[in-house]
C-alpha cells in the first residue's frame, strides 16, 4: 500500500505560480513512477506530469511543457510540481498518483488507469 496526500492548491491570479507538494508514505519503494493528473468538471481526468522514481526522467503533457515542473525528494518521499504562468485553463482538482508496474516509453506512463494509489487531490483555481 501507498498513500498519498497532497497539498498547496488554492486561488491565484492568470500569469501567477502555485507548488503542488505530495506526501508519500508506505511501500514507496515498490513505486516505478509519481505522476500528476487533473480533472476539472465535466472531463475526463488528464495527465498533467509523470517522473520515473529511481531514474528521475520527466514526462510532461503538451499543454503544461514549458510551465510546469515536476520533481522528486526521494529521501523525503516526497513529490512536487511546480507550475508557473498558469492560465484559466488550469483550473481543475489536482491529483499525485503512484504506478508501481514498470514501463517502457511515453504512453504508458501517460495513461491514469495504469496507476495503482491515488491521492484525495487539490483545487487550484485560476482567475482571469
Known amino acids: 500500500q501507498v498513500q498519498l496526500v497532497e497539498s498547496g492548491g488554492g486561488l491565484v491570479q492568470a500569469g501567477g505560480s502555485l507548488r503542488l507538494s505530495c506526501a508519500a508514505s508506505g511501500r514507496t519503494f515498490s513505486t516505478f513512477a509519481m505522476g500528476w493528473f487533473r480533472q476539472s468538471p465535466g472531463r475526463e481526468r488528464e495527465f498533467v506530469a509523470a517522473?520515473?522514481?529511481?531514474?528521475?526522467?520527466?514526462y510532461y503533457a503538451d499543454s503544461v511543457k514549458g510551465r510546469f515542473t515536476i520533481s522528486r525528494d526521494n529521501s523525503k518521499n516526497m513529490v512536487y510540481l511546480q507550475m508557473n504562468n498558469l492560465k484559466p485553463e488550469d483550473t481543475a482538482a489536482y491529483y499525485c498518483?503512484?504506478?508501481?508496474?514498470?514501463?517502457?516509453?511515453?504512453?504508458?506512463?501517460?495513461?491514469?488507469?495504469?496507476?495503482?494509489?491515488w491521492g484525495q487531490g487539490t483545487q487550484v483555481t485560476v482567475s482571469s
Open positions: 498518483a503512484a504506478r508501481l508496474t514498470p514501463t517502457r516509453g511515453s504512453p504508458g506512463i501517460r495513461r491514469a488507469y495504469e496507476y495503482d494509489y
Open positions: 517522473q520515473n522514481w529511481s531514474y528521475g526522467s520527466t
